[in-house]
Nanobody, 126 residues
Framework: QVQLVESGGGLVEPGGSLTLSCTAS????????MAWYRQTPGKQRELVAD???????NYRDSVKGRFTISRDNAKNTVYLNMGILKPEDTAVYYC????????????????????WGQGIQVTVSS
């Protein structure tokens, strides 16, 4: 049984930073790609960042240069370090495990699996 437990969300002022953590169990973590998604009311869930088993990463354009995804295979944990936060980053953030990765010439695509965390609220407001 796959379980993903997220932590680290909360309220932060614009320009601040937060680090989200997602600890996985029930999967061979080191062999799997991982990702962070986010969702706001009335909108579709969107991919924020992903990391392959080999450590290759992708980011949506709006977070490039501000967010960093990383993983610690010894701890079965993936992190999302979020900096220079903006009000538009406010959302419920979800961890996704073991998605499908398709490689192409200069990068890869990540497609979500059915394995989701419970979601964690991040609010950026003064």
């Amino acid at each position: 049984q796959v379980q993903l437990v997220e932590s680290g969300g909360g309220l932060v002022e614009p320009g601040g930073s937060l680090t989200l953590s997602c600890t996985a169990s029930g999967i061979s973590f080191s062999l799997q790609a991982m990702a962070w998604y986010r969702q706001t009311p009335g909108k579709q869930r969107e991919l924020v960042a992903d990391i392959t088993s080999g450590g290759s990463t992708n980011y949506r354009d709006s977070v490039k240069g501000r967010f960093t995804i990383s993983r610690d295979n010894a701890k079965n944990t993936v992190y999302l370090n979020m900096g220079i936060l903006k009000p538009e980053d406010t959302a419920v953030y979800y961890c996704n495990a073991a998605g499908r990765v398709i490689h192409y010439n200069s990068g890869h695509y990540y497609t979500a699996s059915d394995y989701w965390g419970q979601g964690i609220q991040v609010t950026v407001s003064s």
